[in-house]
């Protein structure tokens, strides 16, 4: 199993900037990739971004791409989400996924963290 915590979310300002953390733990020599999604209250989860740690590729949803940066240390297995110019629409639980290969829809991610809440006043 892999255990994965999220940290970092919280209250922000519209055209603010808030980054979040997760850490993984446990058999991490499973997981290839990590990344974020999220869901809005009434809306489906959503993907954001990913990691995988085979030449650290990134990948991003194209309408957040440019002001939201994943990063991550595949040594220390913890991810980063970075994320800039903020809107209201970025309300959400967001959370921390990882899964083996090239993952990047939901079900192809094995873990996942509890969520964080990120709020975006306007």
């Known amino acids: 199993q892999v255990q994965l915590v999220e940290s970092g979310g919280g209250l922000v300002q519209t055209g603010g900037s808030l980054t979040l953390s997760c850490a993984a733990s446990g058999r991490t020599r499973f997981v290839d990739t990590m990344g974020w999604f999220r869901q809005a209250p009434g809306k489906e989860r959503e993907f954001v971004a990913r990691?995988?740690?085979?030449?650290?590729?990134?990948y991003y949803s194209d309408s957040l791409k440019g002001r939201f940066t994943i990063s991550g240390d595949n040594t220390r297995n913890t991810i980063d989400l970075q994320m800039n110019l903020l809107k209201p629409e970025a309300t959400a639980v967001y959370y921390c996924?990882?899964?083996?290969?090239?993952?990047?829809?939901?079900?192809?991610?094995?873990?996942w963290g509890q969520g964080t809440q990120v709020t975006v006043s306007s």
């Open positions: 990691i995988t740690w085979i030449g650290h590729s990134t």
């Open positions: 996924a990882a899964g083996r290969g090239y993952a990047t829809l939901s079900y192809e991610f094995d873990y």
